[in-house]
């Protein structure tokens, strides 16, 4: 399987209620690097782009309201499999559908307070990695990557 980035997002219903380092750990303990992290707040252009297809649904205008509203935390995972294996230890979009031991059925309320995003596809990750990170902010590759950096130290 190929190694792939995926972006995830702690939305603000997620910080609001403490749950920064809880969505990170379930990340982490499987595996999965984090190679890019901020908390931003999200601009109403980084949300159109990031729900252009949502765009004329009946709960788009509450999703963008929602998501700009306070900050969220940004996340860059990379690890083989990981935009599918993140998507799994997310949960559905429902958390009253989601698993018992997704961050979702584990502390999402409702549809549109679920706590955390995941990008569906490797395409939809590229294209939303680049609405919130820059290139120069994802640690990873040759020149930046940390096991390099840390093993030409030890
Ligand atoms: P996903 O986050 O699981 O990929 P999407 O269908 O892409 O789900 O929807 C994006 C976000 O929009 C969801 O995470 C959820 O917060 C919100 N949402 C989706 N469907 C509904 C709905 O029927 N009612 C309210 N909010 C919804
Ligand atoms: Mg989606």
Known sequence: MAIERTF???KPDGVKRGLIGEVLKRFEMRGYKIIGLK???VTPEQAAAHYAE???KPFYDGLVKFITA???VAIALEGEDVVAQARRIMGATD???AEIGTIRADFGQAMNRNIVHGSDSVE???RELAIYFKSEELMS???NSFDYVIESLL
């Open 141 to 143: 590759g040759a020149k």
């Open 54 to 56: 949502h765009v004329g």
């Open 95 to 97: 958390p009253n559908k």
């Open 8 to 10: 995830i997002a702690v």
């Open 70 to 72: 306070a900050p969220v």
């Open 39 to 41: 908390m931003l707040q």
């Open 124 to 126: 939809s990750a590229n």
